[in-house]
Structure formats: structure tokens, C-alpha cells
């Protein structure tokens, strides 16, 4: 059974930090490109970030880029993002996922959410981050 477990989330103030982790199971991570995403209330899905399988290859939405990084730990079969610098803007559950698009989405310019679990995607539950003074 393939399985995904996001951790981290809570609340912090703005300008705070927390550290995302996503552990995979019942695949083999090498494989596998990981995404991101998050999607506030009232607000549109957004593909965040990603990393390719061999995690030569990243990318960031223009919301967040400088601020959050993400990486992998194969090893571990966890992918990490960790985030800085948080503002009021970034508040959401966020969902790590896959297949996720990772290779093309900077020449693409956005990063597609994978579909529901339906139609082939894999997503885990969520981590809520909360940003508040």
C-alpha cells in the first residue's frame, strides 16, 4: 500500500519557520518525484515546489522562491521543505504528492497538482501551517 505522511506544520509568527516532512512508503522514492502543494480556503491550488527522483532537478513557484527550500533523503524515503521567512500569504494544509511533473514545470512556470487518488494520484493527508502574530 502506498502511503504518504506529512509532518511539521503548526503555528508560527511571521517571519517564523518550520520544517516539512513527507514519508513515503510502499514505493521506492528513487523513482519518484515529489511535489508540494497547498491549497489555502478561498483560494486556488497551488503547486509550491518539487524535486526530481535524482533531486538534480527543483522547483518553486515565484511565491515562495527564495524562502522555502526542499530537498530528499532517499535513504529515508523522506522529502523535506523547509520553509522561512513565513508570511501571512502562506497558511494552508500542505499536501505532498506524486507523480508530479517536476523536470518541466520551470519551463512551464507553474507546477500541475497530481489528480485525485481516482485518477492515479498519490497525496498524503496534510500538515496545516498557521501563520499569526
Known amino acids: 500500500q502506498i502511503q504518504f505522511v506529512e509532518s511539521g506544520g503548526g503555528l508560527v509568527q511571521p517571519g517564523g519557520s518550520l520544517r516539512l516532512s513527507c514519508v513515503v512508503s510502499?514505493?521506492?522514492?528513487?523513482?519518484?518525484?515529489i511535489g508540494w502543494i497547498r491549497q489555502a480556503p478561498g483560494k486556488e491550488r497551488e503547486g509550491v515546489s518539487c524535486?526530481?527522483?535524482?533531486?538534480?532537478?527543483?522547483y518553486y513557484a515565484d511565491s515562495v522562491k527564495g524562502r522555502f527550500t526542499i530537498s530528499r533523503d532517499n535513504a529515508k524515503n523522506t522529502v523535506y521543505l523547509q520553509m522561512n521567512s513565513l508570511q501571512p500569504e502562506d497558511p494552508a494544509p500542505y499536501y505532498c504528492a506524486t507523480p508530479i511533473p517536476c523536470s518541466t514545470a520551470q519551463s512551464m512556470g507553474v507546477l500541475p497538482a497530481p489528480g485525485p487518488p481516482d485518477r492515479g494520484g498519490y497525496w498524503g493527508p496534510g500538515t496545516q501551517v498557521t501563520v499569526s502574530s
Open positions: 510502499g514505493i521506492t522514492l528513487n523513482y519518484s518525484p
Open positions: 524535486i526530481s527522483s535524482s533531486a538534480d532537478s527543483t
